[in-house]
């Protein structure tokens, strides 16, 4: 676990969700992803995220898909490509990532709480 921090350190931390809206493969990449454009409503509007993804999921099968991401990280470079949001998910039994989103349909750009 993690050290204890305040509830004002977790209100900074801006998770929303947003629909992917293209994903391709990623084969500069040093382990196995997807270039992500994922739609986060009209106040934050389509960003690029790299996910490391592959394994349980495939391109045709992202594209409509709802997920959760940190919007207010500054963007990173990752390989030529630049990643402006960290899409988020857990680690499975072997440590490959799978999605979280909402169980139900939700706005573009909805902040969790």
Known sequence: MSETISFDDFLKV?????TIVEAVPFP??????????????????VK?????ITVHYEVDALVGRQVMAVVNFPPRQI?????????????????????????????NGSRMH
């Not at 801006?14 to 947003?18: S, T």
Request: charged share 25%; hydrophobic share 40%; net charge negative.
């Open 79 to 107: 390989g030529p490509f630049m990643s402006e949001v960290l899409t988020l998910g857990l680690s499975d039994g072997n440590g490959d990532i799978v999605l979280l989103g909402a169980d139900q349909a939700v706005p």
């Open 48 to 52: 690029k995220s790299s996910a490391q």
């Open 28 to 45: 500069e990449a040093r382990k196995p992803a997807y270039k992500l454009k994922i739609d986060f409503g009209d106040e934050i509007g």
């Open 14 to 18: 801006d998770i929303r969700a947003g």
